[in-house]
T-cell receptor, first 109, second 115 residues
Framework: GIQVEQSPPDLILQEGANSTLRCNFS?????LQWFHQNPWGQLINLFY???GTKQNGRLSATTVATERYSLLYISSSQTTDSGVYFC???????????FGKGTRLSVIA | DAEITQSPRHKITETGRQVTLACHQT?????MFWYRQDLGHGLRLIHY???????NKGEVSDGYSVSRSNTEDLPLTLESAASSQTSVYFC??????????????FGPGTRLTVT
């Protein structure tokens, strides 16, 4: 099956710093999503981005489908950005998402 | 507002008991999923459904069952709870492609402890 690798596995940032999280996948995909799991365990949709670039406030994401990777940018990080960021991909039409193991982000004041 | 809910949010049960976790969504999504999340394993797919009366096994389906009698609900049953099934369980739903913006949404989770 398709492999999803996320890096780095852990990241510690000072509040206000910028960061880039990476998601590599081993095959072409129809769907790619980024999720944030907050410290209370809630999984929140960030982006649906099978290709191209999207921005939402301080967060933006870029997927280069031909090179099989996606990047999540967090600018001016805040303590509320802490948690685990998951990348998930769908290999073919209407098949379950395959999740990476996540990047654990800690933003300290 | 449309939403996806899970109940109970926390449950403690004994080994060998049958347990059912509820998942209800009001988005009228065709697809529904159950995952478990354990330290070191990330999110693992248990069962999923693409519509009423459709069910499919995921990567960790042993000891679990689901049934889909309507669009809104996908209950997860642990036939005989085992300590290895202590975990946090997430339900999710998504719209059937080719709708614009095929996205999966998660419920708040159920923390299950089997003693």
């Amino acid at each position: 099956g398709i492999q999803v690798e996320q890096s780095p596995p852990d990241l510690i940032l000072q509040e206000g710093a910028n960061s880039t999280l990476r998601c590599n996948f081993s095959d072409s995909v129809n769907n790619l999503q980024w999720f944030h799991q907050n410290p209370w365990g809630q999984l929140i949709n960030l982006f649906y981005i099978p290709s191209g670039t999207k921005q939402n406030g301080r967060l933006s994401a870029t997927t280069v489908a031909t090179e099989r990777y996606s990047l999540l940018y967090i600018s001016s990080s805040q303590t509320t950005d802490s948690g685990v960021y998951f990348c998930a991909v769908e290999r073919a039409g209407n098949t379950p998402l395959v999740f990476g193991k996540g990047t654990r982000l800690s933003v300290i004041a | 507002d449309a939403e996806i809910t899970q109940s109970p949010r926390h449950k403690i049960t004994e080994t060998g008991r049958q347990v059912t976790l509820a998942c209800h969504q009001t988005w009228n999504h065709n697809n529904m999923f159950w995952y478990r999340q354990d330290l070191g394993h990330g999110l693992r797919l248990i069962h999923y459904s693409y519509g009423v009366h459709d069910t499919n096994k995921g990567e960790v389906s042993d000891g679990y069952s689901v049934s889909r009698s309507n669009t809104e609900d996908l209950p997860l049953t642990l036939e005989s709870a085992a300590s290895s099934q202590t975990s946090v369980y997430f339900c999710a739903s998504s719209v059937l492609p080719p709708e614009v913006g095929y996205e999966q949404y998660f419920g708040p989770g159920t923390r299950l402890t089997v003693t």
